[in-house]
């Protein structure tokens, strides 16, 4: 699968937890990038424009949504596929982030099972 994506998390383990959980669920992305804050975030859609980005909503200096929003209000990334990962999202947030144009959202802690199941369709 040639396909990059990218894991947005402020703790490292935890983006290692996912990219894990994409080997065991047969996902094998041709490249795995990282950031640990939205800003960060940003600059690697920007200069790399990912097949996906799986995020945390609850991020440093820029959020989840507030990153989402941004992708969606920019042409060169508004059809880059976001899936949020998160424990931290209210109801609110979830149908916030479903209407801002999110592909899915995965609650922490999840299987690769359900990694699979979200992921797939994205990379087909």
């Not at 507030?66 to 060169?76: D, G, I, N, P, V």
């Amino acid at each position: 699968m040639s396909k990059v994506v990218l894991i947005v998390d402020g703790s490292s383990t935890m983006r290692r937890v996912i990219e894990r959980s994409l080997h065991i669920a047969g996902l094998e992305p041709q490249q795995i990038l990282e950031a640990s804050d939205g800003v960060e975030a940003q600059h690697v859609i920007e200069q790399t424009r990912p097949d996906l980005v799986l995020c945390d909503i609850m991020l440093d200096n820029v959020d989840g949504l507030a990153l989402l929003k941004h992708l969606r209000e920019t042409e060169a990334t508004r059809t880059v596929p976001l899936v949020f990962i998160t424990s931290h999202a209210s109801e609110a947030q979830v149908h916030e982030a479903l209407e801002l144009g999110a592909q899915g959202y995965i609650r922490k802690p999840f299987t690769p099972d359900q990694i699979k199941e979200y992921i797939t369709p994205l990379f087909a």
